[in-house]
């Protein structure tokens, strides 16, 4: 074909209508006897210049395009949002190019379109030959549905062995993954997914027959290599979600790193965490062999649909006066508070039932099945108020939070702000595109400096807010 | 009158016995070597972006005078002949340099613009400008703004007529921009800016939407 003559072609296709030709010569001659065939030759000739014309002036537009947009290519992100660019429905999980029955699972869940991370993620993660992939995504981005989409399209469900693994720092985490992964999947009837996580007891000699396997690094560590219910040498995506969080719990990077160890070198590896400390991205490069890499400017970090405010008060006891004042003036669907320490939760809790509201306490030294029966009666709205310490501060998606309040401001062991935790405290509101608002209580200069520096960091305007002043208070509502 | 205004082929830029021989070939086509005229105006188009952008219309013009004076295509078929020999030879084209390379892309897609047989685009010409427009798509051409600019011209200049003669091919060509836009390669702001406007042009049924344009476009703010 390549080889052909084109002259010769172009030859053959004029010959091919010459019959046709002849005979639009002859109604030419036919209408050559009156005035109109000279307007209608015309008119053509005027309407092909004027396309000319048109195509012409495209080209000098092409250099035009505006100079801030050049500059500002984060605003690329704001026309996609918007539901009236045709780019809107050009970029629809269609072009993915999915399993039919995965499509049908990712519809059912009501997902219309790719956010940022999946958009930019996506493509690389369903790619042949699979691609590795560290990417920074903070809460309610999507990732979990991007990671999710990628096991599910590589999975065989006829195979019946773990194929895909993905860890969790935490239980509630696990537990929230792997519901996406049942509701995303729940139109391929033979996929089976087995939480590893401490509680979940097998039998000695047991094989997971289970497709996709989530949990804890402790538990999927002997259950690779102890106690041998699954063979790594199977696994095909291996996910390592919140890996922030990972490293900051003992035990977690060393078990991390092990069953990475055990993995097969052409297994595909995907790494998500909300920042990208020097400890984490050390940790990262080690987990995730030749990596494509989607890092946030600084300034993403921080969440464009949450309202942060802070404010004054002196003591425990103004801060809780304060915290019924934003009550009184604000409709409040679900609120989460933070507290620094269990003492400080516990009090409060107490404080906030007797004035009425329906309160649920969760904190570090409760069972698994406890955290994770608090969890739920929360997300069914049983309780409108969650009171927890930082062990909460990740993994919880409830759709109605609208309010975070940081009764406490997030420091780390040496009395540092915690700029991560402090990220993904806020970061339980604002979520599934609903305005969020954060709020932060500053007891002293100590907490007040502690304030500025976490604004500093992430380059974001903390506003002072009244609580005496209940038309302030109703303002930032809206 | 409408004749003289046509004259201006911006070939001012040519020696005098090129210019002259050019003219003869739009005024009297049998007086000179028409394959000639198609080597000139082919090695011409490779060096000369300007002049590359607008040769199609002087080829037109020249096929016309042709067809007229002596029922003829002794230009056209030396002058496909000619960018078929190029076409083949791209790769090193591209290699040697990619100004050549970007003026061949734009001259042969200036050719399928203008050019028309039974007044259809030449169907000969269909897969070697999708070809180009492939190269183009790559990303390893996707890192260099001269073509990202050539594919997203080209595009508005013949897509819409490239999509009606062959709909799949292009339905191909866009996932590679797409992806291109998406992944991250060594995209510059400009050429992933020029890459989401045809995406969104195209989608738009290859129309600049009023929206689109005042976005890309206007430098007034809301």
Redesign the interface.
């Known amino acids: 074909?390549?080889t052909?003559?084109?002259?010769l072609?172009?030859?053959e296709?004029?010959a091919a209508?010459k019959s046709?030709?002849s005979l639009q010569i002859k109604e030419e001659k036919v209408k050559a006897d009156t005035n109109g065939v000279i307007k209608t030759s015309t008119t053509a000739e005027k309407t092909e210049e004027e396309e000319?014309e048109d195509?012409a002036a495209?080209?000098l537009?092409?250099k035009?395009?505006?100079s801030n947009?050049?500059?500002n290519?984060n605003q690329?992100e704001v026309?996609q949002r918007d539901p009236?660019?045709?780019?809107y429905?050009?970029?629809s999980f269609e072009?993915l190019r999915l399993k039919p029955q995965l499509l049908q699972g990712v519809y059912a869940m009501g997902f219309n379109r790719p956010s940022k991370i999946q958009?930019?993620a996506l493509?690389?993660m369903l790619a042949e030959p699979p691609q590795n992939l560290i990417a920074q995504s903070q809460s309610g981005t999507g990732k979990t549905a991007a990671f999710v989409l990628a096991m599910l399209s590589r999975v065989e469900p006829a195979d019946r062995y773990p194929q895909c693994l993905c860890l969790s720092p935490t239980y509630e985490l696990a537990l929230q993954t792997g519901k996406v992964i049942e509701q995303m999947g729940k139109f391929h009837p033979e996929l089976k997914l087995a939480y590893a996580v401490r509680g979940n007891k097998l039998e000695r000699g047991q094989k997971v027959s289970e497709q996709i396997v989530i949990g804890t690094p402790g538990t999927v560590l002997d259950w690779c290599s102890k106690l041998k219910f699954i063979d790594p040498k199977k696994i095909k995506v291996f996910v390592l979600d919140e890996a922030d969080v990972m490293i900051a719990t003992q035990g977690h990077q060393d078990q991390s790193i092990r069953i990475q160890r055990m993995l097969p070198r052409n297994c595909q590896m995907l790494l998500f965490s909300a920042t990208f400390e020097d400890s984490v991205w050390k940790f990262a490069q080690k987990v995730v062999p030749d990596p494509?890499?989607?890092k946030l400017k600084r300034e993403e970090e921080t969440l464009d649909t949450i309202k942060q405010y802070y404010v004054l008060c002196n003591n425990r006891e103004e801060k809780f006066q304060a915290l019924c004042n934003l009550y009184g003036a604000i409709t409040i669907a679900q609120a989460m508070i933070f507290c620094h320490t269990r003492k400080t939760a516990s009090w409060l809790a107490a404080e906030l039932s007797k004035e009425g509201h329906q309160v649920a306490l969760l904190s570090g030294e409760m069972m698994v099945e406890q955290r994770a029966a608090v969890i739920e009666r929360f997300r069914e709205g049983k309780e409108k108020v969650l009171v927890t310490t930082n062990v909460c501060a990740r993994g919880i998606d409830v759709e109605q939070v609208s309010v975070v309040i940081n009764f406490d401001l997030p420091v780390d062991k040496d009395g540092n702000p915690d700029n991560e935790t402090y990220l993904h405290r806020i970061g339980r509101t604002g979520r599934f595109g609903k305005r969020g608002l954060a709020v932060n209580m500053v007891d002293s200069k100590h907490s007040m400096n502690i304030l500025n520096r976490i604004q500093e960091h992430f380059n974001k305007k903390i506003e002072r807010l009244d609580t005496d002043d209940l038309d302030e208070i109703e303002k930032i509502a809206n | 009158m409408s004749e003289a205004s046509r004259d201006d082929y911006k070939i001012q830029s040519f020696d005098a016995e090129t210019q002259q021989l050019l003219k003869t070939a739009l005024k009297d086509p049998g007086a000179v070597d028409l394959e000639r005229v198609a080597n000139v105006i082919v090695d011409h188009s490779l060096q000369d972006c300007v002049f590359s952008k607008e040769a199609g219309r002087m080829c037109y013009a020249i096929i016309q005078a042709e067809s007229k004076q002596a029922g003829q295509s002794v230009f056209r078929r030396g002058l496909l002949n000619r960018l078929q020999k190029e076409y083949d030879a791209r790769e090193q084209l591209r290699a040697c340099s990619l100004q050549g390379w970007v003026c061949y892309v734009t001259f042969i897609c200036n050719i399928f613009d203008y050019l028309r047989v039974n007044n259809m685009p030449m169907m000969a010409l269909v897969n070697p400008v999708y070809d180009c427009l492939f190269q183009l798509a790559q990303p390893e051409s996707l890192s260099r703004e001269e073509e990202v600019d050539c594919l997203v011209l080209q595009l508005h200049r013949v897509g819409e007529q490239l999509e009606k003669m062959n709909g799949q091919r292009m339905d191909e060509l866009f996932i590679l921009i797409r992806d291109g836009f998406l992944l991250p390669t060594d995209l510059s702001s400009l050429a992933r800016l020029l890459l989401l406007e045809m995406i969104e042009f195209r989608a738009a049924g290859w129309k600049t939407t009023p929206a689109a344009h005042k976005y890309y476009y206007s430098e007034v703010s809301d």
């Open positions: 074909m390549a052909d003559s084109w002259a072609a172009v030859d296709q004029e209508v046709m030709s000319k195509r495209q080209s537009l092409n035009l395009i505006r947009l050049v500059d290519t690329v026309l009236s660019s045709p780019l429905s050009v970029k072009e958009e930019n493509p690389m494509n890499i989607i």
